[in-house]
Nanobody, 129 residues
Framework: EVQLVESGGGLVQPGGSLKLSCAGS??????????IGWFRQAPGKEREGVSC????????YYADSVKGRFTVSSDSANTVMYLEMRDLKPEDTAVYYC????????????????????WGQGTQVTVSS
């Protein structure tokens, strides 16, 4: 059974940094048949893709709004996925979710996943002074 457990959210001042973790079980993030993603949902807004990646194929995409500020990585055992966020802005405030799916879904304006199999429970990130 595929399971995802997130941690690492919190309150941070503008310009600060946070590192979110997503621990997976029942699979490894390096599996070539699995794509991974980070999403976020702000109050009153639709859930949006932040990043999507195929760790096994060494492919990572980022939304334009976070490019250069957010970085996706995994641990050496490929059982924990990280989203390192720096230079955080108030507009980054949202509940952040990790997910695994069948493949990458990338357009000029969106990043996401096809065939999402499992979502994490979400973790709140608040950027405020």
């Amino acid at each position: 059974e595929v399971q995802l457990v997130e941690s690492g959210g919190g309150l941070v001042q503008p310009g600060g940094s946070l590192k979110l973790s997503c621990a997976g079980s029942g699979f490894t993030f390096a599996d070539y048949t699995i794509a991974i993603g980070w999403f976020r949902q702000a109050p009153g807004k639709e859930r949006e893709g932040v990043s999507c990646a195929s760790i096994g194929e060494d492919i990572i995409y980022y939304a334009d709004s976070v490019k250069g500020r957010f970085t996706v990585s995994s641990d050496s055992a490929n059982t924990v996925m990280y989203l390192e966020m720096r230079d955080l802005k108030p507009e980054d405030t949202a509940v952040y979710y990790c997910a695994v799916g069948d493949g990458l879904l990338v357009t000029p304006t969106h990043v996401g996943l096809n065939g999402i199999r499992q979502w994490g429970q979400g973790t709140q990130v608040t950027v405020s002074s």
